[in-house]
């Protein structure tokens, strides 16, 4: 990583960065959360400032609801995310906010997608990390590369 309180996971998807990013915003609640789990909720906004909600759900019925906003969005490219801020940039507390940033960069006749999550301090990283991170969002990057590439 670059030093920063960083986590990532990285793809390379054998789909183009348009047909990445539809599945990504248009087909969230197909991939979004490891399966068994499922994302009954995404509720996006998509632009900066713009509301950047989800909510998972474990296959007992558990739900977990996630609010937050877009910071950046370059379509097609780049989407900038944090739950430290809820739509008109009100700050919530938490320890585990972070900044997701997901970037699908073309490679070959591809998509580098990556997925990083920015933490504010080594403590939250390595709480996240010991949440199963690598393995959690491992299996999502591998979720939307399958829809991606058999649906392109």
Not at 23 to 34: A, G, L, N, Q, S
Not at 72 to 98: C, D, I, K, Y
Request: glycine content about 10%.
């Amino acid at each position: 990583m670059s030093g920063r309180f960083e986590l990532g996971v990285t793809r390379l998807i054998q789909a183009s960065p348009e047909a990445v990013w539809k599945i990504y915003v248009e087909r969230t609640v197909e991939w979004f959360c490891p399966r068994p789990w499922t994302t009954p909720v995404v509720d996006w906004d998509l632009r900066t400032g713009g509301r950047a909600n989800v909510e998972m759900q474990s296959p007992e019925g558990e739900r977990h609801a996630y609010s937050g906003i877009f910071l950046e969005v370059v379509h097609g490219r780049r989407l900038v995310s944090t739950g430290a801020l809820t739509e008109g940039w009100v700050p919530q507390a938490g320890e585990m906010n972070f900044v997701r940033i997901d970037t699908f960069e073309p490679e070959g006749e591809g998509t580098r997608y990556t997925a990083v999550a920015r933490h504010w301090d080594e403590k939250a990283m390595q709480t996240h990390r010991a949440m199963g991170f690598e393995k959690g969002w491992g299996a999502v990057a591998d979720q939307l590369a399958e829809l991606a590439e058999t649906n392109s």
